[in-house]
């Protein structure tokens, strides 16, 4: 039952996540630390992994939708998120050594989390600023910083690469959606190589992954598809409404763990 479970939470994360260009992640996760049937260095993980193929195919739907990229601002923010992936996964395991409690960790990704997604929910609203970023290495790093973010966070990038997105290469949400989905497909792509090259894969309830795939490659499939006949208006409103969601999610496992802890 937990992987059926873990197989509809997935599917429909990442139907909502494609939409709204989140990666399904930032809903993903949480909801995987309320069921709490696994510890949270496999979760990350799961997340990442059920991220990482939504993002496969939610691109490749895209591209055989016909949408044009900008292939060198998608080369060298991509690049970026590589190595902000990398940085993430490694401040993610020198938290996991130095702190060693999974309640705690939990909660500073969930207070992060939820800071990024109320400035991603506010700029939705009152996107009052607007900059075109063209250097090549500001770019970069912007890339490097969503990369690490999204997978410290094990939410795979979501509002943030969005509302980033928007507010530092004034894109339209809906141009803004599909970067934040390539941006996700690179940096969960770079954790899940770290993990796999550290060993730590094995130790893993690996079983999960044939549930886990199956659904994300769907869901990714579908949202894409709604993504490109849905209009702006509507893509907001999915985005807000998902990050309210979201926020309500991790505001509940919070207090869940504080009355464990308690």
């Not at 790093?141 to 509302?163: D, E, Q, R, Y």
Request: hydrophobic share 55%; net charge positive.
């Amino acid at each position: 039952m937990i992987y059926i479970t873990y197989a509809l939470v997935i599917f429909f994360a990442n139907v909502i996540g494609a939409i709204a260009g989140m990666g399904g992640g930032v809903i993903i996760k949480p909801i995987l630390d309320v069921i709490g049937a696994h510890p949270l260095i496999q979760i990350n993980f799961f997340s990442s992994v059920a991220v990482f193929t939504m993002a496969i195919t939610s691109t490749y739907k895209q591209i055989n939708l016909g949408i044009h990229l900008k292939e060198k601002f998608a080369f060298i923010i991509s690049f970026g998120a590589i190595i902000g992936g990398l940085l993430g996964n490694t401040t993610f395991n020198w938290l996991e050594q130095v702190i060693a409690n999974d309640h705690i960790i939990n909660q500073i990704q969930v207070i992060l989390t939820i800071l990024t997604l109320l400035f991603a929910l506010g700029y939705s609203i009152a996107p009052y600023w607007h900059f075109r970023i063209t250097n090549l290495l500001l770019l970069m790093l912007i890339g490097m910083f969503l990369g690490w973010i999204s997978t410290l966070l094990g939410i795979g990038g979501g509002p943030i690469n969005v509302a980033l997105l928007m507010l530092c290469c004034s894109f339209p949400i809906k141009e803004a959606t599909v970067y934040s989905i390539i941006t996700i497909l690179f940096s969960q792509f770079s954790k899940i190589l770290a993990v796999i090259f550290s060993g730590m894969i094995w130790s893993f309830d690996l079983k999960t992954l044939l549930f886990i795939v199956p659904a994300a490659a769907i869901g990714g499939i579908i949202g894409a598809k709604y993504s490109h006949v849905v209009d702006a208006q509507k893509v907001e409103l999915v985005y807000r409404m998902a990050i309210l969601l979201v926020i309500s999610i991790n505001l509940f496992n919070s207090y869940q763990v504080v009355m464990g802890i308690s």
